[in-house]
Each structure stands twice: as structure tokens, then as C-alpha cells.
């Protein structure tokens, strides 16, 4: 089973640099002593400086490919187990324990717990096996760090009106600030690559949110200058006597997997029959349901 960790097969090293497009909040625990103090205080270094911490973002990407796992056009293309049979639901973990009960060998329990687990779990991992994605703490790149404080007052949904004593500050960290990416890819399969590189993909075109108040605009941010690095047990060998591993950008990578997207097919006949179902005069928001229904479910001439 390529599942487990017990031998160095494959690494990914994605770098680059996140760039806050709007601003961004990912808060902090406060004691509330000092009343000079924002209100919700941005996550800092002991330096002051803010920082992004790792689990923020991979949390926000799992989400981002839980959210494609979930789409009708089937976007991902690992194996696994379907997302209702998957571990990480609930009403599934007591397999865990009645496997357990058998006292079966660690590997055997590791390779069950596999067998069940659906893509998303199998990369980010779940409370019953380690992801294969580990992404560190994203660091400032420059010295000093410009941030912002915003007023805010919260809503009384019942009245609609500004809540009584309501007032409060909200610490976001400018646009513009650069924070360094580095995210580690233990042992993944090329399916496993490939949704991955949809993921990262949808990152380097902003569309992914991140930390606090998304809704209200902020969050926004862009991954350039990404490069990825690929290698194996024996170019770690390599780098330790000094070789060079080679890396490419995020565009020349997925060119070189060939795993540019491509546009949906479907049969003359599934289009026809299904644009015939609607009789002789349909309206355009009818023809765009049906159209999105057909290259969204038949995925193949």
C-alpha cells in the first residue's frame, strides 16, 4: 500500500511568497487587561511582527478541496473512499473501534484506516492518520509590517439596528504584505499531485479567503512566485553532497505533468436529448441550468 510513511518515495517542496490583497485578520488570544489594547489583536511574533500559522492556511485549502470533492463535475481524481463513507464522518468512526477490538497488527489498522478515508482526508490527513500536506507558519518578509486598525459595531439582528455597547477594533494586517510559503508533500501519488496543483492553482488566482471577516472583504490574498521542487530518496542524497534539485514554477510544473485543465466533452446525443426535454421554446436561464447540468454530470465524450 502507498499509503503509509514507512519509506521516503516522493517529496514536494512548494515555495513562494502570499501577498495580502485586501486586509487580513487571523486573531489572537487576549488577556483584556490592558485597556489601551485592540480589541482583536492580530496573531504576532515575539518580535511584534504578525505572522500567518500554518494550520490557518492548510485549513482554508483543505476547505477549498473539500468544497471541489463536493462539486458535480467530480474534480478530484485520487482514489478513496466516497465522502459519506469516509472516516472522518461521525457515524463512521466506530469502525476504527471495532477493528481495534481484533487487536490486529499496527499495520493492518494503519491500512484499514486508509482503505476508508476519502481524497481530502488521505492529503490533509484526520484524526485516525497524518496528512501527507504540511505547511509551515508563512513569516513576514520584510522588517516592519504595516498594520491598520478598523472600528467596527456589531448588529442586533432582531432590531437591525447598532447592538448597545457593541463597539469594537479590529487589528488586520495591511495589503501588500509578503509572507514567505513553504509547504511539504510526504510521499504523494500523481492523482494526489495533480488535485493539489488544482488547489494551489486556484490560490495563485486569489480565490481562496483566509483568517477573519472574509464576508466583509477581507482575507484576500495571492500566492506568486511559487516554484516546486520534486524529488526523490536519491536526490536527498544528491543535495547532501552539494547537487542542485532542480524546481519549476507553478505553470511550467503543470505543464510538465500535463495537467492543464481541460474543457469538458459530453455527446451530441446527451446534449440533445437533454436541451429536448424542455420543449419547444425555453428561456436562457433554463438553457444554462441544463447546459451546467450536462458538462457538470457527463464528464467524457
Not at 484499514?112 to 508563512?138: I, N, T
Not at 446534449?271 to 444554462?288: F, I, K, S
Amino acid at each position: 500500500m502507498s499509503g503509509l510513511y514507512d519509506a521516503f518515495q516522493r517529496r514536494l517542496h512548494v515555495t513562494g511568497t502570499l501577498v495580502t490583497e485586501t486586509g487580513l485578520h487571523i486573531g489572537a488570544a487576549t488577556d483584556g487587561l490592558d485597556p489601551t489594547a485592540v480589541d482583536n489583536a492580530v496573531v504576532r511574533l515575539p518580535d511584534g511582527r504578525p505572522y500567518i500559522p500554518g494550520s490557518s492556511l492548510k485549513g482554508v485549502l483543505r476547505s477549498f478541496m473539500e468544497r471541489l470533492q463536493n462539486s458535480p463535475g467530480h474534480w478530484l481524481v485520487s482514489p478513496g473512499a466516497p465522502p459519506s463513507e469516509c472516516l472522518h464522518n461521525e457515524s463512521r468512526k466506530d469502525l476504527v473501534k471495532q477493528f481495534k477490538r481484533h487487536r490486529r497488527s499496527e499495520r493492518e489498522l494503519a491500512e484499514f484506516v486508509w482503505d476508508h478515508l476519502c481524497p481530502v482526508c488521505r492529503l490533509f490527513g484526520s484524526q485516525e492518520f497524518a496528512g501527507r500536506v504540511l505547511v509551515a507558519d508563512l513569516m513576514p518578509l520584510e522588517d516592519r509590517v504595516l498594520l491598520e486598525r478598523r472600528h467596527g459595531v456589531a448588529i442586533d439582528r432582531d432590531t437591525r439596528t447598532a447592538a448597545g455597547g457593541a463597539l469594537f477594533d479590529l487589528e488586520v494586517v495591511a495589503p501588500g504584505t509578503r509572507f514567505a510559503l513553504s509547504i511539504l508533500v510526504e510521499n504523494p501519488s500523481d492523482a494526489q499531485v495533480r488535485d493539489l496543483m488544482v488547489v494551489l492553482l486556484a490560490l495563485s488566482n486569489g480565490e481562496i479567503a483566509l483568517g477573519a471577516k472574509t464576508a466583509s472583504g477581507l482575507g484576500r490574498v495571492r500566492l506568486v512566485d511559487a516554484r516546486i521542487a520534486d524529488y526523490g530518496a536519491r536526490d536527498v542524497l544528491a543535495a547532501a553532497w552539494g547537487g542542485a534539485r532542480p524546481s519549476y514554477s507553478l505553470a511550467e510544473y503543470v505543464r510538465l505533468l500535463g495537467l492543464e485543465a481541460e474543457e469538458p466533452r459530453v455527446s451530441r446525443e446527451a446534449l440533445q436529448a437533454a436541451l429536448a426535454a424542455l420543449g419547444p421554446e425555453v428561456t436562457w436561464q433554463q438553457a444554462q441550468a441544463v447546459l451546467r447540468e450536462v458538462f457538470g454530470g457527463e464528464r467524457g465524450a
